[in-house]
């Protein structure tokens, strides 16, 4: 059993359990994954937050002025999101993966960012990795998954 995070065009998010990723695509294709509260079959998997996996050296990297300097949470977050894009190579979709290779010992560990669907996160969670969620700035040219 798989969960997918979905939403409907008119706006409303749930939950769909299906026996595989298969399973889902066949019957969204078939137009019979439906929305609950409207009964629309427009509605499509909704990726998590960007996600970041931090290598081991990642608590040192942080800049202490992250800490004590900025003034406001806003400013804060700001930092951050600099602070994660310049420090964090963008993996995109592969986040899990890569997470995974540092995670067994096949790559160094390092800091990454990218997304992952609700699925990646419970297998990365099962195998004990944690993600932290960030909430990055929008761009235009955001990683996609599909
Ligand atoms: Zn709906």
């Known amino acids: ?22 399973d889902f695509d066949r019957q969204h294709a078939e137009g019979k ?5 409207c009964g629309s079959e427009k509605v499509r ?3 998590s937050p960007v996600s970041i996996h931090t290598g081991s050296q990642a608590t040192e990297a942080v800049p202490s002025h992250l800490e ?3 003034s406001s949470a806003l400013q804060f977050l700001r930092s ?3 602070f994660v894009e310049k420090n964090f190579e963008d993996v995109g979709a592969k986040l899990a993966e890569e997470s995974l290779k540092m995670h067994y010992g ?15 996160e419970k297998m990365l969670r099962d195998e004990g990795i944690e993600l932290l969620k960030v909430p990055l700035r929008k761009k235009e040219t955001g990683p996609k998954l599909n």
């Open 1 to 22: 059993m798989i969960i997918f995070d979905l939403q409907c065009i008119c706006g409303v998010q749930f939950e769909g359990w299906f026996n595989s990723r298969d």
């Open 33 to 37: 994954v439906l929305c609950p509260d």
């Open 45 to 47: 998997k909704i990726l």
């Open 68 to 70: 004590t300097g900025a």
């Open 80 to 82: 951050f999101q600099d």
């Open 106 to 120: 096949v790559e160094e560990p390092r800091n990454i960012r990218g997304v992952t669907t609700a699925e990646q």
